[in-house]
């Protein structure tokens, strides 16, 4: 007989498998104290852990909310874009079930707006949206240790894309950088298989 699990299955086995490990320790902590008639660490101790994985899985609950404006000058800092004005961090967005990817929206100055797109404008090399799909589907990004970039222009943004290759695995790191036209929001998207 042969078992297929679908990706589902598997979700739910490592859950149960993961209630299961943490009761055990948790009952360990309780019951080691006690054989040894420490009664009060026999209570403390158990609780102790319980206090932890709560705190740890608020922590994966509220990961998001997490990240400084620091960060985001760091995560823009390789590909020349420096905010100098003040912004605004209005969400950051992770998800990382299939691959890991990060958004970010922020509100930038008027400023700051321009200096990005004229940064943008001044990488060249642009590429109107019907051939960017074409473009980013070409196989021989993944197998070289280059660094790739695409410019676009489409009636509501300006937007760049960086192509880069991991050192791991020869797969492509995808970051794309939005200026919206009418407003001054900027969104910051990075993709990693």
Known sequence: MILIFDFFDLIIVVFLAAI???A???YLFY???NKFKLKTLSVILPNFTVGLII???FYIGLKDSFITKDDVNELLKPHGFILDDDFEINSNKTD?????S???E???SDKDKLKLIRKILQEGNQINAEKLEYWTSDTSISQKDTFYYVTFIDDYSYGIDYYKTSKVDYKYIKERLTVEKLN???YFRIERP
């Open 20 to 22: 299961i490990l943490i």
């Open 24 to 26: 055990g320790i948790i």
């Open 31 to 33: 019951w080691i104290p």
């Open 55 to 57: 705190l740890y899985f």
């Open 96 to 100: 990382s079930w299939e691959y890991f």
């Open 102 to 104: 990060q958004e970010l």
């Open 106 to 108: 922020l509100t930038v």
């Open 184 to 186: 001054n929001k900027v």
